[in-house]
């Protein structure tokens, strides 16, 4: 009861006239940074903060914190429409949102999109309001052993992606996990597979093969035809129907679970979330041969979960003062530019603040649904523009979004070259959404493990100490196992079908 | 076609020797667990292994992919490694002319070669993502595009 | 043999001019430095909004007002930060690219051999130190360990057990712990958290580890919920930002580490521009408004002229060419 009425005092801080129009600066800027591939959220909030010194510290935050959710919604746009995703969070949503767009069904993919990132926003603050403490106490239980175990558990997760053929599902897995490999090795600090690029040595860039493997190597398939015969998509019903509607409450709902949970545990990033909450559709799904056609679970789902994330990993900033990913560190910047400490202390010393902002949440998704929607109509025309003319700046914009990752000339050669590989892998009939998962996964396993031997001086026991890994592992264990099984009672049921005939 | 699979199994093949050649140089195995080694050995050697499973299948009867050809016609081919060339000279001449220059040249040619876009369109396309894009980046986004090096063009505020 | 010489005393010649030339414009340059609306470059090497890049900024937009010039922070992350390093090194020694030196990262580099780094430490000219971090041990409300000598005992009667986190093998607290190792005769069970020192406090808060060694940055909000317990601060004066903790050399260990930020510029800049620019760190941050803005960030602002900024290079080389070894056994 105390909680509702401290959040009913924030939303008197959060509707105060001043705050709205900072929630609503935070959320066209969040939209406009999340478009720009390259750009990130992380940029962005941090390109803001001198901006904000002059304001009041509330208004300051919320106006922060709008923009980091808000560059979710905007993210998924160009995912949809060119195949380009706009931010790392947004990458498997092409491979559904983009083949609804083919169909024509680019603006109902939109709606969807915006409406589960609504809700994803939503349940993720009303879980921190409610339930924030039992919460981060779970999230406290997840040490280097059980975060291990959670990635092996998605990377198990890995066979639920195969299409047609498992060989070459797997062979794509392996395949982002060896490029994972690049970088300072986590053990020794030596550089490896780096071909002596200091570029390398933090590993390949996520954002940079994304755009090549999908964005470009789009792009390349239609420069086979005459541009001017190119067609990107047709355009139809811009609102999702009643039959879309209810395909997509599941997905919305799980996804919401998957992301904030995931947003718990530091170290798990919004791409990741967004990543499971795909798989976890594509397993409950009834149809699951046919992701990647343009199904709307594939859309809804993974566009809820990123949102969840982004607002569900504001939980352990509020109740432990701890930056649970990247932009989220910045956001903590923000507030001590301004003098505060976030962390449970916050509530005590400033609770106008903390609940302020915390109401500034449900304001800024409600602003971001109002400014979203309508904005659909406009995104769709994009599609018209015709393609001779659309491809090249689709080009122009992909470079200057690999160049802006980093600063560097060399994120572009790399986006040109997974591009290539996008290419050759498409024509020989690879699925691409393995090298992704494997490629955010890969270089959580590796350090972990590390991180979990250390805390046992290199015995392997520790693992069996922990219940939750212990529970984690033996799950992916059944997960591997299970597809094994199948197969060879399906060839048995053959051979004594053979026989009987 | 089935060539061009048999192909690229090989060239996976190759690849993963290359991957385990490199693991095979690092340390494999440390007192505190798995060494840098570790991980790109095993992955190599399944790689290995699954381009092995898939040339076979490939080769067999059954596995026999879909036919139809792999390469577009000599026209289609052209156009896109024209867009590949470009993107990648773009990318070289953007250090020594600047973001502003090179980007102008890459649209004006993408636009008004493979694109056919009429002249007027393509100059002012041109215009606003290359000027344009390099002070929208600059002044708002933070993002310092690359400048020119030549100091002659230095001279000319590009 | 005539026209050899003459083709020589020509070359030498034109030497001699350029090198005037050189000489000549150079001065000119510093006479006059910095020009009206020639922007100053300053390279960090990590993406913005971490806590190097909120300082830079600071001093930057500082920096902007004292020279009357823009100074614009340019990000170039990657490889912990030695692609910046190797860009300030390789820019035109002309004062108008300076850049972010951080301790650890800049020295490691250079002298670990495996990171193959095309500078060294003559590579760049000092302008100041600016901010140290430095390094801290704290445990849980609930712990036994009450002092560092708690520690150290524990340590002792159980070597390799005692868990102590780090945010990586070659990070300032990995080097803090493998000094206080050697300092004291233990040895800890080391835990490098790669991912940064957020997962490291997770872990820490959820027990999984028994003390966490961590910057004077890191743990403002925990130590003011009372959640943890600092046992001790490797600096040579108490924190403004823990009233009542005690220094380590208060309880006999004489460790001072911390990650430390500095400015660099290419050598071989003029000194009149080197003055100019290290003249104008000084009163940046010496102004109350800079101090203030460092002390919310839980920034412990320090300034160093650059002969003090070397001379704590040089003494700091030392320490790490010893240690260095270590972190590869």
């Known amino acids: 009861m105390e909680a509702l009425q401290n959040l009913l005092m924030g939303f008197t801080v959060a509707l105060a006239p001043q705050n709205l129009v900072f929630a609503f600066l935070g959320s066209v800027l969040g939209t406009a940074i999340g478009v720009l591939p390259g750009v990130g959220p992380v940029a962005g909030v941090a390109m803001l903060i001198p901006l904000t010194f002059q304001m009041s510290p509330t208004g300051a935050i919320i106006m922060l914190t709008a923009l980091f959710y808000g560059t979710q919604y905007g993210g998924t746009i160009t995912s949809i429409l060119l195949n380009v995703p706009g931010e790392a969070a947004s990458a498997i949503t092409c491979l559904d949102g983009y083949a609804m767009a083919k169909q024509g069904r680019a603006g109902v993919a939109l709606s969807i999109a915006a409406i589960g990132s609504f809700i994803g926003g939503t349940i993720a603050t009303i879980a921190l309001v409610l339930a924030a403490g039992p919460l981060t106490r779970m999230a406290l239980q997840f040490g280097p052993v059980e975060f291990f175990a959670l990635i092996v558990l998605g990377l198990s997760l890995l066979m639920g992606l195969a299409g047609k053929s498992m060989v070459k599902a797997l062979m794509m897995g392996i395949l982002g996990l060896i490029l994972a490999m690049v970088g300072m090795d986590p053990v020794r600090g030596l550089p490896r597979f780096t071909f002596g690029r200091m570029e390398f040595m933090d590993g390949i860039g996520f954002v940079p093969v994304i755009m090549g493997l999908f964005g470009l190597a789009e792009i390349l398939v239609n420069t086979e035809e005459k541009l001017s015969l190119v067609s990107v998509a047709k355009m139809s019903s811009l609102i999702p129907g009643k039959k879309e509607i209810g395909d997509s409450a599941g997905p919305i709902l799980r996804g919401s679970v998957i992301g904030t949970a995931l947003g718990l545990v530091p170290g798990m990033t919004g791409s990741a979330a967004s990543f499971l909450s795909y798989i976890a559709e594509k397993k409950v799904s009834k149809e699951p041969d046919r992701f990647g056609t343009g199904m709307i679970e594939g859309v809804a789902g993974p566009e809820t ?197 | 076609m089935q060539r061009i699979h048999q192909g690229a199994a090989l060239c996976f093949l190759a690849f993963s020797v290359f991957v385990a050649w490199e693991a095979w140089n690092l340390e494999y195995y440390t007192p505190l667990g798995p060494g840098p080694g570790f991980f790109p050995l095993w992955l190599g050697a399944i790689m290995g292994g699954l381009s092995a499973v898939w040339f076979v299948q490939t080769s067999g009867r059954r596995g026999r992919p879909k036919e139809g050809a792999f390469l577009p016609e000599r026209e289609g081919l052209v156009r896109l490694l024209a867009v590949l060339g470009t993107m990648v000279a773009a990318t070289f001449l953007m250090d020594f002319l600047g973001f502003q220059l090179a980007m102008f040249l890459l649209l004006l040619y993408l636009l008004l070669i493979p694109g056919r876009q009429p002249v007027w369109l393509t100059l002012f396309i041109a215009l606003l993502g290359s000027v344009g894009i390099y002070h929208l980046f600059g002044s708002y986004l933070d993002v310092q595009l690359p400048k020119a090096s030549l100091a002659f063009l230095t001279g000319l505020g590009l | ?157 159980n070597p390799k057990k005692v868990r102590i986190s780090t945010t990586g093998i070659q990070s300032d607290e990995a080097f803090a712990i493998l000094q206080f190792q050697k300092m004291t005769g233990t040895q800890f069970a080391m835990v490098h958290f790669a991912q940064g020192v957020a997962s490291a406090m997770t872990a820490f808060l959820g027990g999984k580890i028994d003390v966490l060694c961590a910057n004077v940055g890191d743990l403002l909000s925990q130590f003011k919920s009372g959640e943890v317990r600092i046992l001790g601060i490797m600096d040579d004066e108490p924190s403004l930002f823990y009233p009542g903790v005690k220094t380590f050399e208060q309880q006999g260990y004489k460790l001072y580490t911390s990650s430390s930020r500095g400015f660099a510029a290419p050598a071989g800049t003029p000194k009149a521009i080197v003055d100019a620019l290290s003249g104008a760190m000084k009163r940046v941050t010496a102004s109350d408004d800079h101090k203030k803005r460092m002390a919310d960030m839980g920034l412990t602002l320090r300034y160093m002229d650059p002969a003090q900024y070397n001379a704590y290079w040089s003494e700091y080389e030392k320490t790490l060419i010893e240690l260095l070894p270590l972190t590869k056994e």
Not at chain 3, 109 to 115: E, I, K
Request: hydrophobic fraction near 55%; proline fraction near 6%.
């Open chain 1, 305 to 501: 979960a990123n949102n969840a994330h982004a607002n569900g990993a504001l939980i352990p900033l509020f109740t432990l003062g701890i930056p649970a990913s990247p932009t989220v560190a910045v956001i903590m910047g923000a507030f001590m530019m301004h003098g505060l400490i976030p962390g449970p202390f916050l509530f005590k010393e400033h609770p106008d603040v903390a609940w302020g902002v915390i109401a500034s949440f449900y304001v800024g998704n409600v602003i971001l649904l109002i400014l979203n929607l309508p904005l659909i109509g406009i995104w769709v025309k994009i599609l018209k523009i015709p393609y001779g003319l659309l491809f090249a700046v689709i080009v122009a914009f992909m470079m200057v979004g690999a160049y802006s990752v980093s600063n560097s000339t060399f994120d572009i050669l790399v986006m040109v070259l997974f591009g290539v590989i996008g290419y050759l892998l498409r024509k020989l009939d690879f699925p691409l959404a393995p090298i992704v998962l494997t490629l955010i996964l890969g270089p959580l396993m590796e350090r972990s493990l590390r991180t979990a031997l250390d805390m046992s001086q290199g015995s392997f026991g520790i693992i069996l100490e922990s219940p939750i890994a212990v529970v984690l592992l033996s799950l992916a264990a059944a997960i591997l196992i299970a597809p094994a099984f199948r197969f060879f009672r399906k060839r048995k049921e053959m051979l004594s079908g053979e026989e009987g005939a």
């Open chain 3, 1 to 157: 043999m005539m026209r050899f010489d003459g083709c020589c005393f020509a070359k030498m010649l034109v030497l001699v001019v350029c090198g005037l030339a050189l000489v000549g414009s150079s001065a000119a340059g510093a006479a006059d430095f910095p020009q009206k609306g020639k922007a100053v470059q300053m390279l960090v090497g990590f993406a913005a909004g971490g806590t190097t890049d909120v300082g830079a900024r600071l001093m930057a937009s500082g920096m902007e007002k004292e020279l009357g010039t823009s100074v614009v922070v340019v990000n170039k992350p990657g490889a912990s930060s030695q692609i910046a390093y190797t860009t300030l090194a390789q820019a035109k020694p002309d004062g108008y690219t300076i850049g972010n030196t951080n301790f650890p990262s800049a020295v490691v580099s250079y002298l670990d051999p495996a990171r193959k780094a095309t500078y060294t430490r003559k590579s760049f000219d000092l302008l100041a130190l600016h901010v140290i971090d430095p390094g801290l041990f704290a445990v849980k409300a609930d712990s036994p360990f009450k002092t560092l000598k708690d520690v150290v005992d524990a340590a002792k009667a």
